[in-house]
């Protein structure tokens, strides 16, 4: 009959046959299944991207609210708006006046929450080509240490188009882009572009003199893009795939000296 030191001896022999099995096994093989959903996230970005290339890709979209208050025809190229017919109504005194302007492609309007999600998941991607498929993981720190770098990069980048990017009316007044519209618009007036989630907004904004400060009231329009869709659900997938390979992980974290070859000793926080 086994004593209760045969027993634990037992034990933790086949504790460490698992997690050298998971180390060898389970991690490349969770990390190529997430490597594979980055890479074709990779894919739908309109940009240059980890050997795929979209960024000469147009769409065109149409962004309007009723009574045509406002309405707004852009062509995205890239990461870019290269080309928009805007026209929107503006209160002037007790009349209505309808005012256009465009972007042309000689000043493109850049989408930088574009750039920097792909940015993101570009890096996400090198922590896991860094390692290779042959790599010898020797602890559950290491691997943990690997998956907190993608894990980051990931929530980052899914944190890039779905958080906007906002500026101030002040800002918007005095940018680039408001200089580059053609015919320029009233001083009072000004607008502006960013992603939400998986919409394009497009944002008029009058300032209108609310008891001697100047306050913007702003007409908002959205459209929904279908790629940034997509994008949103492959980081989100990524995200997940991520996170189970970290619990698999943080099961054998428990022994603080749990490596390759070694004996497990006192337990420790994942």
């Not at 189970?244 to 006192?266: E, M």
Request: proline share 4%; net charge neutral; hydrophobic share 35%.
């Amino acid at each position: 009959m086994m004593n209760t030191v045969d027993y634990e001896k037992e034990e933790a022999s086949n504790l460490q046959k698992e997690f050298e099995w998971v180390l060898n096994q389970e991690v490349h093989k969770g990390l190529d299944q997430i490597h594979q959903i980055l890479v074709e996230c990779a894919r739908r970005f309109p940009v240059a991207l980890y050997g795929h290339d979209n960024s000469q890709r147009q769409d065109k979209f149409i962004l309007s609210v009723p009574a045509d208050q406002l309405k707004c025809v852009v062509t995205l190229t890239g990461d870019s708006i290269t080309h928009a017919d805007i026209s929107f109504k503006v209160a002037r005194q007790t009349t209505s006046t309808m005012v256009r302007t465009t972007i042309q492609s000689e000043h493109p309007w850049k989408l930088q929450q574009v750039q920097d999600a792909a940015n993101h998941l570009q890096q996400a991607i090198y922590h896991i080509d860094d390692v290779g498929k042959h790599y010898n993981f020797k602890s559950s720190d290491e691997v943990l240490h690997i998956l907190g770098n993608i894990l980051g990069s990931l929530q980052r980048g899914r944190t890039s188009l779905i958080v906007p990017k906002k500026k101030s009316i002040y800002d918007l007044l005095k940018s680039r882009n408001m200089t580059a519209l053609s015919p320029p618009l009233a001083e009072d007036l000004a607008i502006s572009f960013y992603i939400q989630s998986h919409k394009l907004v497009f944002v008029m904004y009058q300032l209108m003199n609310n008891q001697g400060v100047m306050t913007p009231d702003p007409t908002p329009a959205e459209c929904s893009v279908p790629w940034l869709n997509e994008v949103l659900v492959l980081f989100t997938v990524g995200l997940q795939l991520c996170q189970q390979l970290k619990d698999k992980i943080c099961v054998f974290s428990q022994y603080k000296d749990f490596t390759v070859g070694s004996r497990p000793s006192s337990p420790s926080q994942c």
